[in-house]
C-alpha cells in the first residue's frame, strides 16, 4: 500500500501570500496524483490531476508539480475562498485510491 | 448534465444493514470504473472499495472486506454498496465517485451507525 503525507497538517496564510503545501508518498510512482480542494458541507473538487495538469475551470493561481515521491501543490496568492482542506491523491494504484490526510488553510 | 447523486444513508444501529445507492447520469456510465470513499465526521478522505467498468471485478479496503460488497447494474446506470455488520466507526459521509474522470463525484449520503 502507498502511504501518502501531507505536510503541514494547518498552514496560516494571509490573503495575497503564497501558500506551499506537500505530499509525500512512500513509494515512488511517477505523476499519478491529483490534488483536492474541500469545503465544508461540500464534495471535494478537483484542482489538479498528473501532478500538475490544472483541472477545467481552476484558476491559474493554483499549480501542481512534482514526481515520484515528492509533490507540491502552490497557490500563488491566496484568495478569501481558498480558505479551506486540500487532500492529495494518489491513483497510480488503483483500485486502491489513497489519500494525504489533508492541509487546512486558514486565514492569519 | 453530468452528475452523480448518492442516497441509501440513515441512521442504523450496530450490526445493522444498509443499501447505498448512486444513480450516474450525463456520461457512459458503463464504461467507467467507480470507487465509494467515505469521510467520518471531522475526519479524512478514505477509498472504501472499487468496482470495474463491467461489474466483473471488485475491490475492498480491508476496513469493510467481509462485511460491504460493491455492485453496479450498468443498464440503471446505478452504482450500489451494500452494507453489512455495521459498526460505530462506519459512520461516514459516503461519496461516490469516477475513476477515471477525478472530477467527478457525488455530493455524498450521510450514514449514521449509532444505538
Known sequence: EIVMTQS??????????????????????????AWYQ????????????????????????????????????????????DFAVYYCLQYNNWPQWTFGQGTKVEIK | EVQMVESGGNLVQPGGS?????????????TYAMNWVRQAPGKGLEWVSGVSDSGDNT????????????????????????????????????????????SLWGKGTTVTVSS
Open chain 1, 38 to 81: 474541500q469545503k465544508p458541507g461540500q464534495a471535494p473538487r478537483l484542482l489538479i490531476y498528473g501532478a500538475s495538469t490544472r483541472a477545467t475551470g481552476i484558476p491559474a493561481r493554483f499549480s501542481g508539480s512534482g514526481s515520484g515521491t515528492e509533490f507540491t501543490l502552490t497557490i500563488s496568492s491566496l484568495q478569501s475562498e
Open chain 2, 59 to 102: 475491490y475492498y479496503a480491508d476496513s469493510v472486506k467481509g462485511r460491504f460488497t460493491i455492485s453496479r447494474d450498468n443498464s440503471k446506470n446505478t452504482l450500489y454498496l451494500q452494507m453489512n455488520s455495521l459498526r460505530v466507526e462506519d459512520t461516514a459521509v459516503y461519496y461516490c465517485a469516477n475513476v477515471q474522470r477525478l
Open chain 1, 8 to 33: 503541514p497538517a494547518a498552514l496560516s496564510v494571509s490573503p495575497g501570500e503564497r501558500a506551499t503545501l506537500s505530499c509525500r508518498a512512500s513509494q515512488s510512482f511517477s505523476t499519478s496524483l
Open chain 2, 18 to 30: 444498509l443499501r447505498l445507492s448512486c444513480v450516474a447520469s450525463g456520461f457512459t456510465f458503463s
